[in-house]
């Protein structure tokens, strides 16, 4: 379906198997060559998190693709859930699903960020006809505890600024120190993916009630190790992507996972933690070049 004219992408609006409304982006190529991505954001992000990757893909020369970029439910513009219980990667991936089945896609690129990739991990597992290739932004079977009291520490505590300049010296201030590769002009592009916008002002664009998923974790304890579900991604050609300063995936972490994997591939984004933003030049070319190596039509 060709966008209007001047726009990249189309909003899309769907109903989950339980009458909940979300959303998500399709970045259309003209042309579609590759397989279709489907793009899927951490934790309490949405998928405006993917706009320069999703662009990038959509108008490769070489390869250009469709994109979709999911926002989960209680996120972005999808409708927060009565329940909270649901904020479950399981049931996430079960939204993930129905919209693939919904748009026909199958044998997807999954490009999984943070909690993204860990609902990549169970589609493998699950769902296996659904993925062509994975990648995998800093993420890994096992989750840092530091990375992950960080992250809960925040998690419905962030205020909610009164300007969009707030917005973006807020997201600098509390980014900036994992993040010094991030050119300044581009916090501002960070901040309106953040926040949702309401009357030309930030509003919260994730539903707090996430954070009582998380109530109770004993982060004294060493988190749970995932290298079982790992193995569902061997059949995939999968790509790792690494924040240098991340706090999640450890470097001893992803060197396993590239000895055992049977075909992985990694990468290291220069000045970034977690996760890394998916903007600067040198990681969309890694990505594309990935994607389009293990396309249907070329493959290794």
Avoid at 49 to 54: G, I, M, N, P, T
Avoid at 108 to 124: E, K, V
Avoid at 140 to 168: C, F, Q, Y
Wanted: with cysteine.
């Amino acid at each position: 379906m060709p966008t209007p004219d001047g726009e990249l992408w189309q909003d899309i609006f769907f109903a989950a198997s339980d009458g909940l409304r979300l959303h998500a982006r399709h970045y259309p190529a003209t042309e579609a060559r590759g397989r279709p991505a489907i793009c899927l954001p951490g934790l309490s992000r949405n998928g405006r998190d993917f706009h320069d990757l999703a662009v990038s893909l959509s108008t490769d020369t070489r390869a250009p693709r469709d994109v979709y970029a999911i926002d989960y439910r209680g996120r972005g513009l999808s409708a927060w859930d009565k329940d909270w219980e649901n904020y479950t990667p399981l049931i996430e991936l079960e939204d993930t699903l129905d919209f693939m089945a919904l748009a026909g896609i199958h044998q997807a690129a999954i490009i999984g960020t943070s909690r993204g990739g860990l609902i990549a991990l169970a589609m493998a597992a699950l769902r296996p006809g659904a993925i062509g290739a994975v990648i995998l932004n800093d993420i890994g079977p096992v989750i840092e505890n530091r990375g992950l009291a960080r992250i809960i520490g925040h998690l419905g505590k962030t205020p909610t600024p009164r300007s969009w300049s707030d917005a973006t010296a807020l997201v600098r201030e509390m980014n900036e120190r994992d993040f010094p590769a991030v050119p300044k002009e581009q916090w501002e592009e960070i901040a309106r993916a953040l926040f949702n916008e309401e009357n030309g002002k930030p509003a919260p664009a994730y539903d707090p009630n996430l954070a009582k998923a998380f109530e109770g974790i004993d982060l004294r304890q060493p988190g749970a190790e995932q290298w079982g579900a790992f193995t569902a991604l061997y059949p995939f050609p999968t790509l790792t992507l690494r924040g240098e300063n991340s706090d999640i995936l450890s470097e001893d972490t992803l060197e396993k996972m590239a000895e055992l994997h049977p075909n992985l591939e990694t990468a290291t984004i220069a000045g970034e933690g977690h996760a890394p933003m998916l903007k600067d030049q040198r990681t969309l070319e890694t990505i594309s070049q990935f994607l389009a190596a293990n396309d249907p039509s070329r493959g290794r």
